[in-house]
């Protein structure tokens, strides 16, 4: 397989927008965090507020992991660029190999992190039908 500098630049545009849908989804999650934390510190801490918080928890575990794995596929991708750049092919073609199995990492996550953040909607309504 031929590999040139502009291969691995392909990873660039989608990590902008992976980044940017991972920082949305961290703003929010941080929005939460405190919201429920305040909400613990004015009433007892009820089994609902705990499960949130556990989610939570989770889930900003799954959103670190994704943001790092993306940070460092783009890095192995710019590394890629380099070594390409300097004809050193081997060099290029495996830090690109392993900065598209780190993506995959990074999108796995993104997909469980989604299962778990159904789970904080199925703990609302579960909390809304008891009512």
Known sequence: MDITISTPALLFPAVSLLFLSYTNRFLALSSLVRKLHHQSLNKNKDEIITAQIQNLSKRLTLIRLMQMSGALSLLL??????????????????????????????????????????????????????R
């Open 77 to 130: 991708s710019v590394t890629s660029m380099l070594a390409l750049f300097f004809n050193l092919i081997h060099l290029g073609k495996a830090s690109f190999s392993i900065a598209l199995i780190v993506m995959i990492i990074s999108l796995i996550a993104l997909v469980i992190e989604s299962a778990v953040s159904g789970g904080a909607l199925r703990i609302m309504l579960d909390q809304a039908n008891k």
